[in-house]
């Protein structure tokens, strides 16, 4: 929640939070071992003399892999997903969700927690725009239904469109369609002209890695903004203090699950 910025989600506006669950080894030996042998590597940060500091690729054996996930256990999500899907029918209420589209094979599967409200209501805002983009006719409530559903035709338009993905991700419209236009008019070296702050600059990439994660820790959501002021960031910035608060003093997982049970 705090790691991969789901809280937005949880408590604030964001309609949809996308995490990865196949970065990490299975709890299943033999399918760690064949995780291993397609890709037998590992990523080791170095830095020269003059502080230049790159990532390599490095062979490593199968124990070797097993200890560095065992000491990094915390960005194990092929793991936690594996776990949560065994339990989450028990500690989700009706208004929220947690899926991923894609198949167990797939190499890049796409995990979502859902805030049902929020996108029905975004759905339903921009209702004329996905029906355009898709060609599909829908009711906001009934196509949420489908999202699992790899062979729905509505939501396989949806993810692979940048406007109408950056809108359920919480995006806001201009940097969602901006991204969409530049992507289709652009070449990837003038996308800096017309967008200086590409990401958000409040990111610190140490963080994503730390074990022990606090509230106050807390990021911002991160999408490409294309101004010097951008209201869809501003809004997250005082739902971030929202969130900060309402944590205060609580005990964050045990809150956690009150809000994902809760029905209403």
């Not at 509505?154 to 469109?161: P, S």
């Not at 991700?169 to 940097?175: I, P, R, T, V």
Request: glycine share 4%; charged share 25%.
């Amino acid at each position: 929640m705090i790691r991969e910025r789901g809280l937005y989600t949880l408590l604030g506006s964001k309609p949809m939070t996308e995490f990865d669950v196949d970065i990490g080894i299975s709890n299943n030996v033999k399918d760690a071992r064949e995780q291993w042998r397609k890709t037998p590597f590992l990523y080791q940060t170095t830095q020269d003399a003059h502080q230049v500091i790159t990532d390599i690729e490095v062979e490593v054996t199968f124990e070797e892999h097993l200890d560095y996930w065992k000491t990094n256990s915390h960005l194990n999500h092929k793991q936690y997903w594996e776990y949560w899907s065994q339990i989450q029918a028990d500690l989700m209420g009706k208004n929220f969700l947690m899926v991923v589209r894609g198949k167990p094979t797939d190499d890049q599967r796409l995990g979502l927690f859902i805030n049902v409200a929020n996108t029905v209501f975004l759905l339903k805002k921009f209702k004329t725009q996905f029906e355009q983009e898709t060609g599909v006719s829908f009711d906001p409530t009934t196509i949420l239904t489908e999202i699992e559903n790899l062979d729905s035709f509505f939501w396989d338009k949806v993810f692979h469109n940048h406007y109408l993905f950056g809108l359920v991700l919480g995006f806001g419209e201009k940097n969602s369609y901006l991204y969409h236009w530049a992507d289709k008019n652009l070449k990837p070296d003038q996308l800096q002209t017309i967008c200086p702050n590409l990401l958000n600059i409040e990111v610190v990439d140490d963080l994503f890695f730390q074990k022990n994660l606090k509230i106050s820790d807390l990021q911002l959501p991160l999408f490409g903004v294309y101004s010097i002021y951008d209201e869809t960031l501003e809004q997250y910035r005082c739902e971030r203090e929202r969130i900060k608060q309402h944590f205060h003093g609580q005990d964050f997982v045990q809150l956690v699950l009150e809000h994902l049970k809760r029905d209403h």
